[in-house]
Every structure is written in structure tokens, then in C-alpha cells.
């Protein structure tokens, strides 16, 4: 299991970043729990809660960076995938267990993709919703992540 551990985000952020979390599991033959708080499972407070369901198999949902703000995906049911790329190096991380979830900082362009039939993604971030916060467009991202790089 992983804990928090508060550190400076490098404006260079990388895919490598981006860390798989083991979550406790309280395993009862009735069904198992895995409880999650904010800080200490989850490596930062939790703002906001949100879940994406109906995703016709293959399909795909994200295609964006943010600016502040830190997500943590969990496949609560089926699976999927997620690309993700610092402009630098690209890497995909399959998420397929109720008990392990991906930090994404920010910085970093993530797309959920190839979703199976019936796949629910749970997702917990940082900030609350703000349109600001995104950057929708791969080229704008490119401009950001060349801007705050130091060559």
C-alpha cells in the first residue's frame, strides 16, 4: 500500500510520475471493502468525486490535461485503459482491479481508452470542477509543456 508524501510538483512532470496505488482491501466472504481517505490512501484531498458509466466498449473519454488539479482513476468495475503523455514519452497503464488506482498530477495529457463492456471509471480529484483548469487542445498542452520546460 502506498501513502502520501507531500513533495514540490517539477513543472517537467513526466508520465513516470504517475504512480499505481495498491488500495487496503477488508476481505469478507459477503464481498470485499476497500475504504479510501483523503491524504492517506488517496495522495491528496479530495474536492470531487465523479464516475464515468454507458461507455460503449472501446470507446474512449478524457483527451485533456490539467493545469492544478490531481485525479485519481480507479476501475470500480471491467476495465480500461490510460494513455498518458508528458509531450516527452508516452505510457499506458491498464486499470482492471476495484483495489488499485492511478495518480495523474497535473501536467500531464491523459486519455481513458478502450473501455470493456459495462467498465465504470471512479475518479477523485483535487480541485472542484473549473473549466480554467483544463487544456482541451494537444497543441495548446505542446505550447504549456514547452513553456515551463527548461532545455
Known amino acids: 500500500m502506498n ?62 490535461a490539467h493545469k492544478e488539479c490531481h485525479q485519481f482513476l480507479i476501475a470500480a468495475s471491467g476495465s480500461f485503459e490510460v494513455s498518458l503523455n508528458d509531450s516527452r514519452t508516452k505510457r499506458t497503464v491498464q486499470l482492471n482491479r476495484p483495489y488499485l488506482g492511478l495518480h495523474i498530477p497535473p501536467k500531464i495529457w491523459a486519455s481513458e481508452i478502450n473501455f470493456s463492456s459495462g467498465a465504470i471509471c471512479l475518479v477523485f480529484a483535487s480541485e472542484v470542477y473549473n473549466e480554467n483548469d483544463y487544456i482541451r487542445d494537444y497543441e495548446e498542452y505542446l505550447n504549456t509543456k514547452n513553456d515551463t520546460q527548461i532545455i
Request: proline content about 10%.
Open 3 to 64: 501513502f502520501y508524501r507531500p513533495r514540490k510538483l517539477n513543472p517537467m512532470t513526466s508520465v513516470y510520475d504517475c504512480s499505481i496505488f495498491e488500495l487496503p482491501r477488508i476481505k469478507n466472504r459477503a464481498g470485499n471493502i476497500t475504504p479510501v481517505h483523503n491524504n492517506i490512501e488517496i495522495p491528496f484531498a479530495i474536492k470531487r468525486v465523479f464516475y464515468l458509466y454507458d461507455i460503449p466498449g472501446g470507446e474512449s473519454r478524457g483527451a485533456h
